[in-house]
């Protein structure tokens, strides 16, 4: 799949409409020969228009130099990021699954269908620099629309920056206003196309219309069902920071979950649920943390540990492999809808709360540090890591009230995260360890690199007395109790 962004602005114009004069400002000193495309796309949705409602278009287009499947989703800033796949023959009614894999989350189990087909007849001139690089591209198109039967003709033009700046845009607008063009009415063309249909179809329930709470750990819990939808695509593409993050944003609400379950009754069971997702999400991202540690230390110790640098690779490879496998087949079951359908659930509660919230927070951060006294007491490493479990469980539930306490808030968070990050690198040390005496448990090379991992184990239990007295100031912790 490729992906680009898109930055590009609309105006409605007049059937007579003549483009002006562009060249003289804002770097643009050549207005090029324009060419001429005639361009047919069929628009794909569900009946409840559920892909458009959350600012998305589907479409798939003939003509013109980019035919094809083109999914576009919300960018940066004014921007929107465009997915596109080849037509590549089959079904064109048929949404490859690729492109349906990226709105699942969204649609659910709906089925996306045409809703509108656009024929536009466009005129493109491309504006250029000194240097002859296309700054932008002013698309003059014709447009016949049809949807439900209703057929519609109108004027407009699109402006999309190519190599230029934003002062393209700008300028550019000012020329095409005094010619007498508008912004345009409506966001895109098939907005247009439905005929005021949007408008009317009723708009869902979760996750759009959520009701209103000042409640912090309902709002917590919302931005975590939040970022489950956003990153599940970049999931499914493999991207390895939006595994990370959405294996986070499970987490968090699992904890908030259980740190306070008495606000959320009857939603027990997807605590195990969120468990089953974080476990296949972990499955792809430890070994991916993994091998960028432990593989690069082994890579520049010289050419004595190849032959162990090769068996770790095949081994980490084969582990994210095997991860992305059993994940991708998760995100297409009916499970993982079910869990998203709990999770709009559980989001859309009234946000009335147990009492004393804050005292839940509280709790739990003691009985992380209790823990962590434990063991530094006993010297276990497992009961570390069980620390650290804590103490990442704790982090969540201080992150709820966190922005209520300003600076100390915040302070606090980033103390408990410094404090995590090393119990995490201890951790990692030790898995490393067990993963290299797994590899080669007579391998003199594996031994040099085990005995490596061990340093690194007592440099971070070194450590760790300086970010816990960090954590553990009364002037941070005042707030929280």
Partial sequence: MEIASETERKYDVPESFVLPALAGTAGICD??????????????????????????????????????????????????????????????????????????AIIRREQLKPIARLRTHRVETPLRDAAGHTLALVAQDSVIAESGGVTQRWQEVEVELVEGSPDVLEAVERRLLSAGARPAAGPSKVARALNGRLAKTPAPTPPTNLRKTKNPVFLYAREQREALTEFDPGVRQGAPEAVHKMRVATRRLRSTLKTFKRSFPGFEEVGDELKWLADLLGQVRDGQVQRGKLLAEVEQAGPDFADAADRIRHHLDAQ??????????????????????????????????????????????????????????????????????????????????????????????????????????????????????????????????????????????????????????????????
């Fill in 31 to 104: 207005v090029a020969e324009a060419e001429t495309h005639d361009l047919d796309a069929t628009y794909f949705d569900t009946d409840e228009l559920t892909l458009m409602r959350n600012r998305r278009t589907l479409r798939r287009r003939t003509g013109g130099g980019d035919a094809g499947w083109h999914l576009k989703t919300p960018g940066s800033g004014g921007s929107r990021t465009e997915h596109r796949l080849p037509l590549n023959g089959g079904d064109k009614n048929k949404v490859p699954a690729e492109l349906r894999g990226q709105v699942r």
């Fill in 320 to 481: 994210v492999d095997e991860g992305r496998a059993a994940l991708a087949e998760a995100l297409e079951s009916e499970r993982y809808l079910a869990l998203l359908d709990k999770v709009d659930q559980l989001s859309s509660l009234p946000g009335n709360g147990e009492p004393d919230q804050l005292r839940r927070a509280r709790k739990s951060l003691h009985k992380a540090d209790g823990l962590l006294d434990t063991a530094f007491a006993d010297g276990v490493d497992a009961e570390l890591h069980d620390a650290r479990k804590a103490y990442k469980k704790a982090r969540y539930a201080v992150e709820v009230f966190a922005p209520a306490a300003g600076k100390n808030g915040k302070a606090l968070v980033n103390a408990l995260t410094d404090l995590q990050d090393v119990l995490g690198a201890h951790q990692d040390s030790v898995v490393a360890r067990e993963l290299l005496h797994e590899l080669g448990p007579d391998s003199f090379w594996f031994g040099v690199l085990w005995a490596r991992q061990e340093q690194v184990g007592k440099d971070t239990y070194a450590e760790l007395p300086v970010v816990v007295e960090a954590s553990r100031k009364k002037k941070l912790r005042r707030w929280i109790g």
